[in-house]
């Protein structure tokens, strides 16, 4: 019985997908270390360790920033909203 890529693939693609750039962290990291190659194998994990923290340490920072500037987004809305005229409203069995 023959079926169709449709009927068993989740996501098929009807274009050519090897002419597609791929990357991964492995890649990357190998473009990284192109020049220390030749360099001892301590200093050679020295500077992988220091890469790491640097790139983490980077990310920390902008998805701080990230995190502070929808918090002050989010601040400025509800203020924005609550700054119109407020009015005593009667509660449906006539009390306050």
């Known amino acids: ?23 991964n962290i492995v890649e990357c990291v190998n473009s990284c270390l192109k020049h220390t190659r030749q360099m001892l194998i ?5 500077f992988i360790k220091d890469m790491f ?12 920033a990230i995190e502070f500037c929808v918090d002050h987004y989010k601040t400025n809305v509800l ?13 449906v069995d006539g009390v306050l």
Do not use: N
């Open 1 to 23: 019985m023959r079926i169709g890529l449709e009927k068993w693939v989740h996501a098929c693609s009807p274009t050519r997908r090897y002419q597609l750039m791929t990357s």
């Open 42 to 46: 301590t200093v050679l994990t020295k």
């Open 53 to 64: 923290q640097r790139l983490f340490h980077d990310c920390k920072c902008k998805r701080e």
């Open 79 to 91: 203020v924005e909203g609550y700054k119109g005229p407020f009015a005593c409203v009667e509660h």
